[in-house]
Every structure is written in C-alpha cells, then in structure tokens.
Nanobody
Framework: QVQLVESGGGLVQAGGSLRLSCAAS????????MGWFRQSPGKEREFLAG????????NYADSVKGRFTISRDSARNTLYLQMNSLKPEDTAVYYC?????????????????WGQGTQVTVSS
C-alpha cells in the first residue's frame, strides 16, 4: 500500500522560501511518476510540478515555472518541492501524489495515491 506523507508547510512572508517534503513508502517507485498539487478554498486542485521517478525528468505549470523546483532523493524515497519568491496567492494546501507509469500526468484523476496535505500560508 503506497503511503505519502507531506511535511514542511507553514507561515512565510512574501518573497520567502519553503521546502516541502513528501515521504513515500509501500513500493519501489521506479515505475511511478510523482506530482505536487495545491488547492485553495473554492478552487480546484491545481497541478504544479511533476517528476518521473526513474530518470528524474520534470514538468512544471506555467504559474510556478522558475520559482518552484521538484526533485527527489531516491535513497530516502522522498519527493521535494522547493518554493522560492513566494506570493500571497501561493497560499493553499499542498499535496503530493503518485501515479503508476512513466508519463508525468497533470490531471488529478490520473493519480491514485495522495498525501494528507500540508498548509502553506504566505503573508503580504
């Protein structure tokens, strides 16, 4: 059973940085793609960044390209999201997700496994 546990959220001032972590367990992940999403009240869950575990190729949403970086530590089975130059509009609950397969999916429906989420609040 795949389990994902996010951590690293919190309160940060605009312009600051945070690094989110997602500890993955219950499988070997070479055949998976991983994604980071976020959701704020009244809005749909939004794709931010994805990574193919085998090989490490990445994909980003335009809204975060150049500010956010997705990466993984295969030895620790941990996915990261480095977030720089944070803005108040980045305030949301952030989720990591896992999808079987090599294609980096951007739709929530293609991800079978989700973490519980971690709150990120950016003050102005």
């Amino acid at each position: 059973q795949v389990q994902l546990v996010e951590s690293g959220g919190g309160l940060v001032q605009a312009g600051g940085s945070l690094r989110l972590s997602c500890a993955a367990s219950g499988s070997t992940f070479n055949g998976y793609s991983m994604g980071w999403f976020r959701q704020s009240p009244g809005k749909e869950r939004e794709f931010l960044a994805g990574l193919r575990w085998f090989g490490g190729s990445t994909n980003y949403a335009d809204s975060v390209k150049g500010r956010f970086t997705i990466s993984r530590d295969s030895a620790r089975n941990t996915l990261y999201l480095q977030m720089n130059s944070l803005k108040p509009e980045d305030t949301a609950v952030y989720y990591c997700a896992a999808s079987r397969g090599y294609r980096i999916a951007e739709s929530t429906t293609e991800y079978a496994y989700w973490g519980q989420g971690t709150q990120v609040t950016v003050s102005s």
